[in-house]
């Protein structure tokens, strides 16, 4: 079995009413790393961190992890 990962960052912020500039702000993340993040395949380790602890969520919550047969 395999893990089909997609990043979920534009439907927190989506949820949560905020933009990628205040999430830029809040967590230090430069923005246009912020907007590329539900595009990209490889995340920085810091960048993670950061959105977490900013969005006061868990890493494994920026994602949505499906199991593909």
């Known amino acids: 079995m395999e893990s089909k990962i997609t990043p979920r960052?534009?439907?927190i912020l989506k949820e949560r009413q905020l933009t990628q500039t205040q999430l830029s702000e809040m967590s230090g993340?430069?923005?246009g790393s912020i907007s590329r993040f539900d595009k990209?395949?490889?995340h920085d380790d810091a960048?993670?961190?950061a959105i977490s602890r900013a969005l006061g969520?868990?890493?494994e919550e920026l994602f949505r992890v499906?199991?593909?047969e």
């Open 9 to 11: 960052l534009g439907e």
């Open 29 to 31: 993340v430069p923005q």
């Open 47 to 49: 960048h993670l961190f």
């Open 66 to 68: 499906e199991t593909v």
């Open 40 to 42: 990209n395949t490889r």
């Open 57 to 59: 969520i868990q890493i």
